[in-house]
């Protein structure tokens, strides 16, 4: 009989994905981040408990471009700054992403807020424009022209705040409590410059953003990167606490609010 490909894989196959995995080299991305100050009680209405607002009420968006060998790939991310237990870092409310293998690892072990999207990096000579969009809307776009290079950061370590759940069979809220995941990314850069120019945010009923405006632009800046990735379970979540939050993750709330019609299938 041909092998059945759905059917369960050996173990040896299983240690060579496993180590295939582990052995990626550096992947670079050319991407825009810009970063402002935004209202702090928009920033405090997004943020699930237990994190809470820094000292600074800032908003960031990253629109990249991945140079993976014959995978190329958009990614973005849209974040307030957040903090948990002396940790400061970025709470993401929304990552694009344009193919669906972005999305998978992401969503399912960290918990990322990853969607289908589509994710623009464009230069011609010194103007820079990047945006995110989805359902024919660039909900946030990024505009400018390239003002000089700035000199290259040590690298560093940052931290993403995520949490990772399983809506309830039922509808009634979760399968099991939710986790608090911190992200940790080693980035290094090897090209920076400084962008002059804005960030527009326009109105979606999808990734409302347009809720989080720009009261001062802090930067923009291009830049050429790379960065490894590792996540641990922090503490477990209030499931109560955190069910008014969840449908940041969806388009439709009833995807996780309304129980399945009996005898569906």
């Not at 935004?38 to 820094?54: H, I, R």
């Not at 920076?192 to 326009?202: F, Y």
């Not at 590792?230 to 940041?248: S, T, W």
Request: glycine share 8%.
């Amino acid at each position: 009989m041909a092998r059945v490909r759905y059917g369960a894989r050996t173990e040896a196959e299983i240690a060579a994905a496993r180590t295939a995995s582990s052995r990626l080299p550096d992947i670079w991305s050319t991407g825009v981040v810009a970063i402002w100050e935004t209202d702090p009680d928009a920033v405090a209405a997004v943020l699930p408990p237990p994190l809470k607002p820094t000292g600074r009420p800032l908003a960031r968006v990253n629109i990249s471009k991945v140079d993976l060998p014959g995978y190329p790939l958009g990614a973005g991310s849209f974040a307030v700054a957040a903090a948990h237990d002396g940790v400061e870092g970025w709470y993401p409310l929304v990552m694009p992403m344009t193919h669906e293998r972005a999305l998978v690892g992401g969503r399912e072990v960290f918990g990322e807020p990853k969607k289908l999207g589509e994710v623009v990096v464009e230069r011609d000579g010194l103007i820079v424009r990047a945006f995110l969009a989805r359902h024919g809307i660039a909900f946030v776009e990024v505009r400018g022209a390239v003002a000089g290079e700035l000199p290259l950061p040590e690298p560093v370590q940052k931290t993403d705040f995520y949490f990772k759940f399983l809506p309830a069979v039922d509808g009634s809220g979760f399968d099991s409590d939710p986790v608090l995941v911190h992200c940790l990314r080693n980035e290094k850069v090897r090209r920076l410059e400084r962008i002059t120019g804005d960030v527009v945010l326009r109105e979606s009923m999808y990734d409302p953003v347009a809720d989080l405006p720009v009261r001062r632009l802090v930067e923009i800046t291009l830049g050429e990167k790379t960065s490894d990735q590792r996540g641990k379970v922090v503490e477990r979540v209030d499931a109560q606490a955190l069910l008014p939050y969840i449908h940041q993750r969806y388009d439709d709330p009833a995807q996780v609010l309304d129980a399945p019609p009996e005898g569906s299938a």
